[in-house]
Nanobody
């Protein structure tokens, strides 16, 4: 069982930055892949970023060049640095995890076994 707790959300003006954290309670953090998704009111949950066990990172088109995902295995924590924020980035941001191995499509939310409760990011114009 993996428990995920997100933090770091808040209200920020357009052009500003935030750093989200996802603290994982797990005995096998280094063998788990992590992702961030976001969901705006009335919309589906969308892929934001993914990081694999080797540190390889992949991003959704709308955040590429602005957001950076990273992981600190010693801390069992995944980070998402959000820069150059836009009002359309406003959403609840969720951290997700799945154990390493097998074939899967990392942009699909259904591929992940564990989810956090989410943290709200609001960007004002």
């Amino acid at each position: 069982q993996v428990q995920l707790v997100e933090s770091g959300g808040g209200l920020v003006q357009a052009g500003g930055s935030l750093r989200l954290s996802c603290a994982a309670s797990t005995h096998s953090f280094s063998n788990e892949n992590y992702a961030w998704f976001r969901q705006a009111p009335g919309k589906q949950r969308d892929f934001v970023a993914f990081i694999n066990v080797g540190g390889g990172a992949y991003y959704g088109d709308s955040v590429k060049g602005r957001f950076t995902i990273s992981r600190a295995n010693v801390e069992s924590t995944v980070y998402l640095q959000l820069n150059s924020l836009k009002p359309e980035d406003t959403a609840v941001y969720y951290c997700a995890a799945r154990r390493n191995g097998g074939f899967y499509d990392y942009v699909r939310s259904g591929e992940y076994e564990y989810w956090g409760q989410g943290t709200q990011v609001t960007v004002s114009s």
